[in-house]
């Protein structure tokens, strides 16, 4: 085999593993990638899917009961109707009311449940004010 | 807007670096007085640039409200430390540091090459020049984010203050070492910009650039460390690396900068993969101009995005120039990047570092890939969905384990080509020493349970040896020639051979560091359990005690934190894990005991790091008693006040106190100091009854095996890069011109390449007749370019261009 067809041929083998990665990535990440939604889309939203859940904690609704915490959220514009929400597994620093957070979780009888050790809090903006949202 | 004399440096700076654009592109065919303008323009953008930052630094440190950014960054009570370092925390701060470090790395860049790349420096100059006014403008027309900014008077008297969560040692370094890394990628590319534009695509701009790829490369390696030291540290969370999007933003154009590192030296040695080095360093600088924007946008779901923000828009509309104008000029310049040269041999250290470009190139596409995902997915499908840390997991596991092993095959071949009884002598000794390693994690520790881990510390343990080997086999041929001891051998060989060492030093680092992620991600033990003082649990085979609960208050936190014993038979430590609730500051004594709990709080972990096992832990109180106390002490202060029958009589003196400062503003100072030392005495007796109450509380625990070796490997890492950046002998001969100096560089590389060799050949890299074929080869090379030397020497230096033909010339067969 001369040399010129030798490289076009491994060129085409390496082009084609490559191609085939990439769609099983892609594919695969379709399927293992969980929908975000907002508290109000959520209101509605069937049980027994998971979603990854962006809202905004309401200031002065978290309660801590026992291992569990409670508290609400609405989405992250405002307004709206709020979602009560539960979680327990580790709390980061930051959350508290007024923040932005992402928990991954789903509905349970009109309630957000959510999975342990998902709470995500965006952390607390360095451009905004710390008191003025206490 | 007050024209302060900030103000009037930035936009002058602004001014100068657009004049250095001009008059760069009016010298770009040779006339060397604009050439000189533009290079002393951008000093003195600079030299201005500078200037502007000292003074937003005074402002810092002598408190001046007057300036937004230090009213909405500082207080009177930030530490002094952290003071300096706010500016970096604000977005027009930053900025300013983008536009500052931009301009000292190019002023380096230009006072190095002020004798070189007559035709490239040009180009390069406005390409930096260019990009350096774009951020300066950003400051001064994007609204909002000039750090001159004044608040209408009269001035405040305190500022909000610096986020407590902020003011972590490894914080204030982190930012300026990410924001460093990304800036000193712009040098490798306008350089490589320049070299496109006027066809000198040989390895010259890649000799005169690569130091500063390479201390790119370290800051932003230092950077994403000190970021997951101070995750693993201060957030109270145990975890290291999360995939998030801003920490996916720093690590894509890590990944490909080492990439581009390593196939620069193809080209260097071999002059072959010109097209696939534009592209790295173009995708390099577009993705370092991604993470800026990443993390001032928004458009990401990120713990990281602060906020909305102007310049987001701005920054997108660069990336686009930047990457539509690159793969314009790339694809203009196809045929003179091509080159007829191949790979001689697939044992060659060429074909390896083309491996491991393509597993480099494929991990950062597939964190690109999960990162803009959530933006992916909503264009196709119409909804938002992200994806989580194990599917990221799932896809960069397996690439790093391969990346692993080639970080130890790579050095073990020599250039161009390696007959397969050397490649298997020098093979011989890493593989057996896998092979035990593999055999002993097998039979005694339940490393098989994680596949990925175990074949990620065997193919360490190959890469560790290997490299072992090679400095092994450096000093005995070192001392065959020399002698000496092994000790002065090996710092012989190292100081001699800095590139080449340091890089190995690197790669000790990258395995020691993906030896400590592997075994602490797969190997790790976490509980989270509630105790009461008295009560403990067992964790990974040791006694854990709450001893009891501690608590401390002053006027910015409240502190409540728990004893802890750890003990296994005789061995016994205490950690005192605590967590702090910040006040909201710039408020003194206005709010109430209650607002401790409102405000911020982080964690200050107990840690006992040992070289097998870190013993991490922190308490999460249960605050709602605390809260309780606290609600009660105001609601109780503000009966007080309202007097009324039962009211002790203190109360009445400090009714009275209130209201005559309500009456006369003069008397404010007085009654707010009593109020704040009345709270701070009934916050110090919730304190006392928190302690004394002995609330549950719940605590994580986490025992993390090897994680030390993670942070052990990233400071050996910085080492190696240090050496490799090291700045080695120069020749004491002072070249003439730039042509010559661009031989005379050409030639010291060549004369580099035939060193190696010899040593590939002294440590038995090289076989007897690879070696012939490969240093006779190397010679003649050294020859065509040492006629070119002569060939100037007598010439002279009048005639520019064909001096520079020459080396060209003289490669044609005779």
Redesign the interface.
Known sequence: MDPQRKRKIRLIVALGVAVL??VA??Y???S?????KEPSQLLTAAPGTSY?M?GKVVKGSV??QG?ELRFRVVDREGGGESLPVTYS??????F??GREI?L?GEMENGTFVGERDTL????????????ND? | MTASPGFFALVLAFLTMVAAVVAALLGRNGDERWVLVSRRAVYAACGLLTFCVVLIEIAFATDNFSYKIVQ??SSIETPNFYKLAAMW???EGSLLLWAWVLSIASSLALYSTRNKLREIVPYATAVMAGIASFFTGLMLFAGGVNPFDKLPAPAPTDG??L?P??QHPSMMIHPPMLYSGYVAFTIPFAFAIGALITRKIDASWIRATRRFALIAWTFLGFGLLLGARWSYT?????GYW?WDPVENAALMPWLIGTAFLHSIMVQEKRGMLKVWNACLIVATFSLALLGTFLVRSGVL???????DSTVGPYILGLIAVVLVGSTVLIVSRLDDLRTPKRIDSLVSREAVFIVNNLLLV?LC??IF??TF??LI?EFF?G??????A??FD??TTPLAILLVLFTGIGPLLAWRRVSWATAKRVFVVPTIAAAAVGVALALFTDALHKPWAFFLFVFAAFALVGIGQEFWRGAAARRKLRGGSMGSALIAIVSRNRRRYGGYIVHVGVAVLLIGIAASSSFQTKR?V?LRPGQSAVIDGRKVTYVRPTAKVDKLAFTAGALLRVQKGEESFTLHPT?NFYR????PGASGIA?YF??????NIGLKAGIAKDFWAAN?P???GLQHHAKAADEGFAKCIRGGAGVPPQCRTIGAVMRAALANPRLRPQALARIEELQLKTAEQIAASYVAEGAPT?F?VIVNPLVTWMWIGGLISLAGALIAIWPARRSRRTPVGAAEAELEALKEAKYREIRDAELDHAAGKLSDEDFALLDAELRKEAVEILDGVNGNGSNGHANGASERDAPERSTEPV
Do not use: M
């Not at chain 1, 597994?89 to 930051?94: F, H, Q």
């Not at chain 1, 995500?120 to 008191?131: A, N």
């Open positions: 990665l990439a990535l892609i695969t990440s379709f293992a990638s969980t929908e975000a990854d962006t309660r801590h291992e597994g580790t709390v980061p620093d930051p508290r009311g992402v991954t995500v809090t965006k952390c607390p903006s360095k451009f905004t004010t710390s008191s206490s | 909405e960054h925390s604000s977005q909000i203050g986020n969560l902020l201060e957030l109270g969370w145990g999360a779901q990120s713990i990281h995005a602060f906020g494929a596409a597939t890939w999960g995902f959530p997915s499908t909804t938002k969905s992200s994806l989580a194990p599917w799932r896809y989270d509630d967590r909201p500051t710039g408020v607002n409102a405000g911020e709080s982080d964690s999460q249960n605050i709602a719940t994580r």
